[in-house]
């Protein structure tokens, strides 16, 4: 499919957006502060800011390399660039890793975005006005043990989700980014303001800033670099659908460093957020999922104007879910496509549906099934329930290997004239350089990081 034929982003502008909204979402908003103030704090950070440099950022240029030159899904682009290399076809399977990571994830975002969903109309509803701790432990449990209110507010979220997706890139995903994108940057810039001004800004700085040396050791680094590699959104395929849409005349380096360096910004950011909120209250910045849907919302309520707030919180949480499961949902549905040639509302339709299915499973982790563990028989699995083996294998296993066999391919199969093509370099060396990153130092990296998680 050439670049005459393949309805193109109708700019750069929103390209970037669409994704740097598939790459913020509640990892970011969370994970990482939490992640950064517990592994070393600024030593941490250091170690993640090269991470996303040196190895997120190369991925996602490889991702959106092979989707350019290939101009289709996953698994057709990058059989395409393959032959085009005089490579085998057979190198497409790589990108069945990063479309089983997307499927997986969804299976489980589409769940933990209907609790986000359940505390926005809670919010519009009660407002949340001088409730405790107490109240939102009670609300967050009666919302997590009830598979009927569970299914229900996932399914309304993934109803919201399709829409945009079954009306495709252009007419869909390219209005819908548009239309959130600048209202999540306000919101963020607003909550933000508030937190600072009425929070505990001293103890958040010292919190996820101070550089504790001792803390660093082989699981900092483990951490820091999985939080790059899963922050960014690589090795899950979408930088690829996004990259068969992608003009000729845009960068792909540089595109790849303002996505990875928002997506970072915005992390910090939420750091910046939700912290001097729950600092100012005395709440444990250690309580992960509970920080956001019971800690922070306890918190906000003592706040000047904490209803309004609260409800500005959850709305752009949910924006940044939102726009994160858009992009997940692609690749299995561009797979979907592109394996039996049908097309995109069918195929958009059947993967919901899977998605549906395989989400009831993740639901009923949450309460019925929290003590079942189907593969308890597989070292490492033995007390993983539905959601937790999902997210074990999108996780730890699919994103991490779909990540090194795409480096592998771009350093070892993609030819040097695709690389300075696509990559707009002109000199030789500078290609070779290249080709040495993704060849040795990426591959080496991720491996002796998995070793090093593997042998601790």
């Known amino acids: 499919m050439s670049e005459s034929t393949t309805r193109l982003w109708s700019s750069k502008y929103v390209f970037l957006m669409a994704a740097i909204g598939?790459?913020?979402?509640?990892?970011?908003?969370?994970?990482?502060p939490y992640t950064a103030g517990t592994h070393g704090g600024g030593a941490f950070i250091i170690i993640y800011l090269l991470a996303v440099l040196f190895i997120a950022t190369p991925i996602l240029i490889a991702e959106l390399l092979i989707g350019r030159r290939g101009r289709s899904g996953p698994a057709s682009s990058v059989?395409?660039?393959?032959?085009?290399s005089g490579a085998s076809g057979y190198?497409?399977?790589?990108?069945?890793?990063?479309?089983?990571?997307?499927?997986?994830?969804?299976s489980f975002y589409f769940v933990i975005a209907g609790w986000t969903l359940f505390y926005c109309v809670e919010s519009l509803k009660a407002g949340f006005i001088g409730a405790d701790a107490a109240y939102f432990q009670?609300?967050?449990?009666r919302l997590i043990g009830s598979p009927l209110d569970l299914t229900l507010y996932t399914t309304i979220f993934m109803l919201i989700t399709g829409i945009p997706v079954a009306l495709g890139i252009h007419d869909g995903i390219e209005r819908c980014v548009k239309l959130v994108m600048p209202v999540f940057f306000i919101l963020l810039l607003i909550?933000?303001?508030?937190?600072?001004?009425?929070?505990?800004?001293?103890?958040?700085?010292?919190?996820?800033?101070?550089?504790?040396?001792s803390k660093i050791k082989g699981e900092t680094i483990i951490y820091a670099v999985g939080q790059a590699f899963f922050s960014v959104g690589v090795g899950a395929c979408v930088l690829i659908v996004f990259g068969a849409h992608l003009p000729k005349d845009v960068s792909i380096g540089k595109s790849a460093l303002i996505v990875a360096g928002i997506d970072t910004l915005v992390a910090l950011i939420a750091g910046l957020t939700v912290f001097p909120i729950v600092f100012s209250q005395g709440f444990d910045p250690a309580e992960g999922p509970g920080l956001m849907f019971v800690a922070l919302p306890a918190a906000l309520s003592s706040f000047e104007f904490g209803s309004m707030l609260s409800t500005l919180f959850f709305v752009m949480l949910l924006i940044a879910t939102l726009t994160s499961a858009i992009a997940i949902a692609l690749p299995p549905i561009e797979w979907l496509k592109t394996r039996h040639a049908i097309g995109h509302v069918p195929a958009t339709a059947a993967i919901f549906v899977l998605e549906w299915v395989f989400g009831l499973t993740v639901v009923l982790s949450f309460n019925k099934w929290s003590d079942f563990y189907p593969l308890a028989f597989i070292p490492g699995f033995e007390q993983l329930t539905f959601f937790g083996i999902y997210e074990m294998v999108a996780a730890n296993i699919a994103?991490?290997?779909?990540?090194i066999l795409l480096a592998v391919f771009v350093g070892w199969k993609v030819s040097p004239q695709i690389l300075s093509e696509e990559l707009h370099i002109k000199s030789s060396g500078a290609v070779i350089v290249c080709q040495c990153g993704f060849r040795y130092f990426i591959p080496c990296v991720l491996i002796a990081m998995a070793l090093i998680g593997f042998y601790q």
């Open 79 to 84: 059989e395409r660039v393959a032959l085009e």
């Open 138 to 141: 009670m609300l967050f449990g």
């Open 22 to 32: 598939s790459a913020v979402g509640l990892a970011n908003m969370w994970k990482f």
């Open 399 to 403: 994103m991490p290997i779909g990540g």
């Open 191 to 213: 909550t933000c303001a508030t937190a600072v001004s009425q929070g505990d800004l001293a103890s958040t700085i010292d919190f996820m800033f101070k550089t504790e040396i």
């Open 91 to 106: 190198w497409k399977s790589i990108s069945y890793f990063g479309v089983l990571a997307a499927f997986l994830t969804l």
